[in-house]
């Protein structure tokens, strides 16, 4: 592993890709659309780096470009600082686990794994004793002879990944790897994933459109929106100062304040839980509750204020009905401005 | 699935009765112990023609021709039936329609035009008509058989798995080695094994295209126009229906539900 | 090297996708269009009268033969009207047995049906001929069937009709008509059922919900969405009796077949070009019909 160990706190973190105003288009039925549109982006060497947005949003295009299963009609892809814009796939060094996993039908779980050293021209010993190693790792070791098909969709992820892995990549590139998984299982490969990538100290780059996964996970995160980044930081500046109002909805679901209503000019994000909710009109934004949903823990209300639908979100269980008047609290601090977009 | 009236029950079996009743009856005049007319029903059954045809010389040269053209035939269109459709599949390109329409082409138009203008051609350039001629023949319209078989697979083929192959450090001809041919062999073997069947039964591109060359199917035609061994005949039918159904038999095992044969482009 | 090589490739699909196509497309284009173009060059030659040889000099004459020869305009028309007729007969037959197949077997009873349907098809072409030989003969066993129910003189009335008719049925048209249906009524039976196989049940459905009677959900919404089909499979069925020579040599009704006409011009007479005029009539028949069908959507049925 050749790796991270520079990562230290003086020295400045290894850049492992860069993208520098790249553009990548598509021609569907006579209409191009630029599915990355002048996207600008540097990830560190061992960095757990997300692209999250909604599908269409251009973040696998931008996975694929950064793969070389793309090629970018303008602009520069740099890996470890080589320029490897027109590179084709199989001389990057970097591996992918597909999103559906895309495992060899016809090869067993040792094959597969062992695919890309057997294509290097590994010998057959050895190749035969890392894969097994990977297996091993990813506690797989038992289902080495069977065929893909054979293996259930956490299993078949596992293959997928010892497979990327085997060939010690040094950017790993994932794209909605836990999307075919159920909830239970999706939540402990979050964790698995997560120590993996630490402990092996390599570059991972996560495409997800479930926001919860790319917070949890992730070092940095990428917000696309329509082929450009809206924002790219550490996921709690993501979630508690929102830049525009498509990160501040789509990260963690915050409202979206018209300026007007209190007062000022602009629009505002404010987060459900900082919303104090109080019975009966008082000073400050008062309206009509729409509706309660019990969530648990929590309790969600939908209150009416104007034309605008605010929610907010109380710990433990609301004493309040439906139709009551109440009146709406939080403190500055919590209160951000957004940039208004073109 | 409601139940089928009995009225379409019926026209469903006597249709299914219908095509094959002859075959049938194939079998049986194979048997026959009458050796002058076609009568019904048949004096009486015998083995012994079976072993006068075998021991008849020109039917065996005959057969062994029909097997070396047909292999040839069959080598050839695997190989660029493969090309066209591993271009086809999946790339979008101005012309395309053309190009389908022209591999479609020898088996839309009635085999006698291929037949005339392969002649044609073939006098033109002085070439003599032999084994070489007929493989030409025989190839081009075989093209389109394995085309059909190897883009259906390759169509089912996800186009990840390309990816992750080169993604894994494969280079196209280690991806079309390891992952591409093992995918489709069996759609090789259907799309040859039909090949097989459709060369090996071919009459009319041949009669053109053989000079004084004697396919079994050419010995068959002759007898079909002037019959001189009917008994014979009648084992030798038996005989090339059981030749050309096995192997569609072994390819309606290697395909599900016999997809792949569907317009399989099987012509006369 | 070869790493290189697939280096360039990426990238450049284009480049791939034409090294692929070219060696099919020269022998495609080359050997059969070449030799299409040839024909063609051929009808526009004629037959020298004295010496009988070919004069390589362009003519109209040959095509005028097609025209102006009565007897030849009998061989045009005869052999339209019977790939016209079998192709109707081969319709009705075909479609009643695909949709028993497309709407009342599934799994692996329709994969059987579509079998039975298959071996005949791929069975070999001569020997159902043959077979058919065997079945039509005087004393074959359509004649003992219609002795043994002592109705032998429906038969003779039946072919004592006229165009029909004839000595016996392995001499008329009724016969070669049979033989045609039987050999090519496959090829129009996979197509229909394809086709049917596509219509949405639910669309049927719907169809009775709205308060369709049977025969009009029939005509309004499933011929409809079966044409593409019946236009594949009748592509199949009209061009390969348009060119058949076997058949009508083989049942030996009187009047020549254009496939019978190609065949004895190149062969005994030795006048290719009079035969590549005949079969630039198949060509352009189909060439039609082929146009026809594209705008019936009877490629996508193929």
């Not at chain 1, 067993?108 to 057997?118: K, Q």
């Not at chain 1, 070791?141 to 010892?162: D, H, I, K, M, N």
């Not at chain 2, 079994?216 to 229906?241: G, H």
């Not at chain 3, 496959?186 to 009677?213: C, N, T």
Request: hydrophobic share 50%.
């Amino acid at each position: 592993m050749t790796t991270a160990t520079s990562f230290t706190e003086q020295s400045k973190p290894e850049i492992a890709v860069c993208l520098e105003q790249v553009v990548c288009s598509f021609t569907t039925s006579g209409k191009t659309v630029r599915a990355v549109d002048q996207v600008d982006l540097e990830i560190a060497a061992g960095e757990f780096f997300s692209l999250l947005g909604p599908s269409g949003s251009g973040k696998t295009t931008c996975l694929r470009l950064i793969g070389g299963f793309e090629r970018p009609a303008s602009g520069v892809i740099k890996l470890f600082g080589a320029d490897a814009s027109r590179l084709p796939p199989f001389q990057r060094e970097l591996n992918t686990v597909f999103q559906d996993y895309a495992l060899f039908p016809h090869m067993s779980v040792l094959e597969n794994v062992g695919y890309a050293l057997m294509v290097r021209g590994v010998p057959k010993l050895e190749r035969i004793k890392r894969a097994t190693e990977m297996l091993e790792s990813v506690k797989l070791a038992g289902f080495a002879a069977r065929r893909p098909a054979q293996l259930s969709g956490g299993q078949r992820q596992r293959v997928a990944l010892a497979r990327a892995l085997v060939n010690r990549p040094r950017i790993l590139l994932l794209d909605e790897p836990l999307g075919a998984l159920d909830l239970k299982l999706r939540e402990e490969m979050q964790i698995e994933l997560k120590a993996l990538q630490r402990e092996l100290g390599i570059t991972f780059i996560y495409v997800t459109h479930d926001q919860g996964e790319a917070l949890s996970m992730s070092d940095r995160v990428a917000v696309f929106n329509h082929g450009k980044i809206e924002q790219m930081d550490a996921p709690k500046v993501l979630y508690d100062a929102p830049r525009t109002e498509f990160v501040a909805k789509f990260v963690g679901s915050a409202n979206v304040i018209p300026g007007v209503l209190i007062g000022r000019s602009g629009l505002f994000a404010l987060r459900p839980e900082n919303i104090r909710v109080l019975e009966g009109y008082h000073n400050g934004l008062s309206g009509e509750l729409l509706d309660i949903h019990f969530l648990g823990a929590q309790t969600r209300l939908e209150i009416r204020v104007g034309n605008e639908r605010i929610a907010t979100l109380q710990s433990g269980v609301s004493h309040l009905e439906r139709g009551a008047a109440v009146t709406l609290e939080w403190s500055e601090q919590h209160l951000r401005q957004l940039e208004v977009s073109a | 699935m409601t139940s089928a009236s009995w009225g379409l029950r019926i026209a469903a079996f006597l249709c299914i009765f219908f095509l094959h009743f002859p075959l049938f009856i194939i079998v049986l005049y194979a048997f026959t112990t009458d050796d002058k007319t076609y009568a019904f029903p048949p004096p009486g059954l015998t083995l012994h023609w079976f072993t006068v045809a075998a021991g008849r010389a020109d039917i065996w040269a005959a057969l062994w021709l029909s097997v070396q053209t047909a292999l040839l035939a069959t080598a050839i269109a695997l190989v660029l039936g493969t090309m066209v459709a591993a271009a086809m599949y999946k790339a979008k390109f101005w012309g395309k329609e053309s190009i389908t329409l022209l591999f479609i082409l020898p088996i839309a138009l009635p085999g006698i035009v291929t037949g005339i203008a392969l002649l044609s051609t073939i006098r033109r350039v002085n070439l003599e008509p032999g084994v070489l001629t007929m493989v030409i023949g025989h190839a081009t319209f075989c093209i389109v058989t394995v085309f059909n078989n190897v883009v259906a697979r390759l169509r089912r083929l996800s186009q990840s798995q390309l990816e992750a192959s080169a993604d894994l450090g494969a280079d196209s001809w280690q991806t079309f080695r390891f992952v591409v041919l093992p995918s489709i062999s069996t759609a090789l073997l259907a799309g040859g094994l039909l090949s097989f069947a459709l060369s090996f039964d071919e009459v009319i591109v041949t009669t053109f295209t053989a000079g004084t060359d004697q396919t079994l199917p050419i010995w068959f035609l002759n007898e079909l126009f002037r019959p001189r061994d009917r008994p014979i005949t009648n084992v030798v039918a038996l005989f090339v229906i059981a030749v050309t159904l096995i192997p569609i038999l072994l390819v309606q095992r290697l395909t599900q539900a016999g997809e792949d044969l569907h317009g399989g482009g099987k012509t006369s | 090297m070869i790493r290189r090589a697939s280096g360039v490739l990426h990238g450049r699909p284009w480049l791939g996708l034409l090294l692929l196509l070219i060696p099919p497309l020269l022998w495609m284009g080359i050997i059969y269009m070449g030799s299409l173009v040839n024909l063609l060059l051929y009808s526009f030659y004629a037959l020298d009268d004295f010496t009988g040889q070919i004069k390589f000099e362009p003519t109209l004459a040959t095509l005028q033969q097609l025209f102006t020869s009565s007897s030849n305009v009998d061989i045009v028309q005869r052999t339209f009207v019977m790939s016209l007729v079998v192709t109707i007969a081969c319709a009705l037959l075909a479609f009643p047995i695909a949709y028993f197949m497309a709407f009342h077997t599934k799994g692996n009873s329709k994969a059987f049906w579509i079998l039975l349907v298959l071996l005949p098809l791929w069975s070999s072409y001569l020997v159902r001929v043959y077979a058919w030989k065997l079945l039509l003969a005087k004393e074959g066993i359509i004649s003992w069937f219609f002795d043994t129910l002592g109705i032998r003189f429906v038969l003779d009335w039946i072919l004592t009709l006229p165009i029909i008719g004839g000595f016996s049925l392995s001499s008329s048209y009724l016969g070669m008509f049979l033989v045609f249906v039987y050999v090519w009524l496959p090829y129009m039976i996979l197509p229909i059922q394809a086709s049917l196989e596509r219509v949405p049940k639910s669309l049927l459905q719907a169809s009775s919900d709205l308060g369709a009677k049977p025969n009009q959900t029939f005509w309004k919404v499933l011929l409809p969405l079966t044409v593409p089909g019946i236009a594949a499979g009748s592509i199949f069925t009209f061009s390969l009796t348009l060119g058949d020579y076997i058949i009508p040599g083989v049942i030996g009704a009187p009047g020549f077949f254009i496939g019978q006409m190609v065949y004895t011009q190149q062969g005994t007479a030795g006048n290719i070009p009079l035969a590549a005029a005949f079969s630039l009539v198949p060509i352009v028949i189909i060439g039609l019909y082929l146009a026809l069908a594209k705008r019936w959507g009877a490629f996508d049925a193929l």
